[in-house]
């Protein structure tokens, strides 16, 4: 992948370890985290990173459906969307 | 930085609110595909949309896929066929050809339609232009992917009204010709006035002569989102008009941003120029995407109540001034569709008794862009769609907008029946027609002159 940023939203019911194992992959395929923010909403665990593709190989797709295999795993749900939509949205 | 409650607004509005881009529709012209023999003309036809549009679906999905973003629907517009197939089509048969090997190609690069089986005749018909309308109701009984539309009028050449009464004919032959398939054919037809050359809309799109060799335009949608909006602003108390406009307005720029930077997408790897983004909220006939229900939270209880047509002037104009900011070019019909089958919530009205067509024609004095979708007797005649037809251009041409008839009269049912067409078609109740005539007046030959463009008062 070239440099693209991309955002990657985690929502489920809150479980020990929600992070370690999605930063334990994102180490594993090259991605660098560059934010992190997280919230509990109601027992509900909300997170969002922003992370940077430049340095994996993986192509988008791959990582995407990786992804849904450790979201799966961990009984959450995994997004992962490039960062333009959000940036185009919210800013002018 | 994007923070995360931005995140989680987009995303529900993806999940929740049924957020999608409606269309990603390729232009193609097809000026340099006509040629004096007709197997060569489909054949270059078959080459170039090929050629063009062969990595549209795929580019689409990828796009969809990596901003997570839903995208309905992969379409292409053609150069109006009458004129393409103008110097090798002898017959109408001869235009069916060409309207086969079109459904052909569609379904070769896996698009669900190709519009621009049409002809431009909005003042005068050349005999190609009669040569195709008259094939319209074979060409698509025989074709599965392919829209067809006539422009009969404008505000700067007046109304064909030989035009026009060939509609009504044509309209029932298509009835006729699908009456096996719930009349389905005339939901691929439509017939208007002040057609714009960049539409991305089914079943008017076609591609322009003003316009470049390929375009890609976009069209946003999101009835949905802006609902929601409207519920959350209303929990504090009713809000006044002030405070309904700049939601509708900031919906509405969150929308077409979503609209324009798909559309740079697919330009971009599509290699072709961006177009333009149709601002139109259109519905689907998904519960909650729909253009009623947000008449119904801007406060009248169904659609046809007194009231309707001011709210929907409201919500027109206010989807324009947002989306107008989010984007560099708008274009095509860019307002609130309001299509009775497609839209839940007037199906509901219709069959609550609230709406009638008299009704929808006032509507569609203010908004995109016509009757649209509305299942009518099968026993209506060919003079009373004419006359429909014309009361509707009369609309378009004195305000300068466009407005389209897509009436659907259903071979063997009357008021009260059902009809039912299908994924994004919908279903429809066949809705009543004034049974008074109008034979004498859509029998006169000749056209309705253009109005004067000064002293408006």
């Known amino acids: 992948m070239n440099n693209q940023r991309a955002i990657i939203t985690v929502v489920g019911k809150d479980t020990i370890g929600i992070i370690a194992k999605v930063c334990t992959y994102l180490a594993d395929s090259g991605i660098n985290i560059l934010d992190i923010s997280q919230t509990i909403v109601q027992d509900f665990f909300n997170m969002m990173m922003i992370v940077d593709f430049s340095k994996t190989d993986k192509e988008f797709d791959q990582i995407a459906d990786e992804l849904d295999v450790v979201g799966a795993n961990t009984g959450v749900q995994i997004k992962c969307q490039l960062e333009d939509i959000f940036d185009k949205m919210h800013r002018i | 930085m994007i923070n995360i409650s931005e995140v989680m607004e987009t995303n529900k509005m993806i999940e929740r609110e049924h957020l999608d881009v409606?269309?990603?529709?390729?232009?193609?012209?097809?000026?340099?595909?006509?040629?004096?023999d007709l197997n060569e003309c489909c054949r270059k036809i078959h080459d170039k949309i090929y050629r063009l549009a062969n990595n549209l679906v795929h580019t689409g999905d990828e796009i969809a896929?990596?901003?997570?973003?839903?995208?309905?629907?992969?379409?292409?517009?053609?150069?109006?066929?009458?004129?393409?197939?103008?110097?090798c089509c002898k017959s109408s048969d001869d235009y069916v050809t060409i309207c086969r090997t079109l459904d052909q190609v569609a379904q070769e690069v896996g698009v669900n339609f190709i519009g621009g089986f049409s002809a431009i005749v909005s003042k005068g018909m050349t005999r190609n232009d009669e040569m195709l309308i008259r094939a319209i109701p074979k060409a698509l009984a025989q074709t599965e992917r392919i829209c067809a539309s006539v422009v009969v009028g404008s505000t700067k050449t007046g109304i064909n009204m030989d035009a026009v009464s060939l509609m009504?004919?044509?309209?029932?032959?298509?009835?006729?010709?699908?009456?096996?398939?719930?009349?389905?054919?005339?939901?691929?037809?439509?017939?208007?006035?002040?057609?714009?050359?960049?539409?991305?809309f089914m079943a008017g799109a076609f591609h322009g002569v003003s316009e470049a060799e390929a375009v890609i335009n976009v069209g946003v949608s999101g009835p949905g989102v802006v609902k929601h909006a409207l519920?959350?602003?209303?929990?504090?108390?009713?809000?006044?008009?002030?405070?309904?406009?700049?939601t509708i307005k900031r919906t509405a720029f969150k929308i077409t941003r979503v609209g324009?930077?798909?559309?740079?997408?697919?330009?971009?790897?599509?290699?072709?120029?961006?177009?333009?983004?149709?601002?139109s909220l259109a519905p689907t006939p998904a519960i909650g995407d729909s253009v009623a229900d947000i008449l119904k939270c801007i406060g009248v209880e169904q659609p046809g109540a007194p009231?309707?047509?001011?709210?929907l002037a409201l919500l027109n104009d206010q989807v324009k001034k947002g989306g107008v900011m989010a984007s560099s070019y708008v274009g095509g019909l860019s307002g609130a569709f309001i299509p009775v089958s497609e839209d839940q919530g007037m199906i509901d009205a219709v069959e609550a008794g609230a709406l009638a067509i008299e009704k929808l024609e006032a509507m569609t004095?203010?908004?995109?862009?016509?009757?649209?979708?509305?299942a009518i007797p099968g026993n209506t005649s060919a003079h009373t769609i004419a006359g429909i037809i014309a009361d509707e251009s009369a609309i378009g041409m004195v305000n300068q907008k466009t407005t389209a008839v897509r009436v659907i009269p259903v071979v063997g049912k009357s008021v009260g029946d059902t009809v039912e067409f299908g994924g994004l078609l919908g279903h429809a109740p066949v809705m009543a027609v004034n049974p008074f005539a109008c034979s004498r007046f859509v029998s006169r030959t000749g056209r309705i002159p253009a109005p004067i463009h000064s002293f408006k008062n």
């Open chain 2, 168 to 200: 009504g004919e044509v309209i029932k032959a298509t009835a006729r010709e699908t009456s096996d398939r719930d009349s389905l054919g005339c939901a691929k037809l439509v017939v208007l006035c002040n057609a714009p050359d960049d539409n991305p």
């Open chain 2, 65 to 87: 896929r990596q901003f997570g973003i839903p995208i309905v629907n992969k379409r292409i517009s053609i150069t109006p066929v009458s004129i393409v197939g103008s110097s």
């Open chain 2, 365 to 374: 004095c203010v908004c995109s862009v016509g009757l649209d979708m509305i």
């Open chain 2, 22 to 36: 409606r269309t990603i529709t390729m232009g193609i012209s097809l000026l340099d595909c006509a040629d004096a």
């Open chain 2, 260 to 279: 324009q930077l798909v559309a740079q997408e697919a330009a971009k790897r599509l290699h072709v120029p961006f177009g333009i983004i149709d601002l």
């Open chain 2, 231 to 246: 519920q959350q602003m209303d929990e504090r108390g009713l809000a006044n008009f002030e405070t309904l406009c700049e």
């Open chain 2, 307 to 311: 009231g309707t047509t001011a709210a």
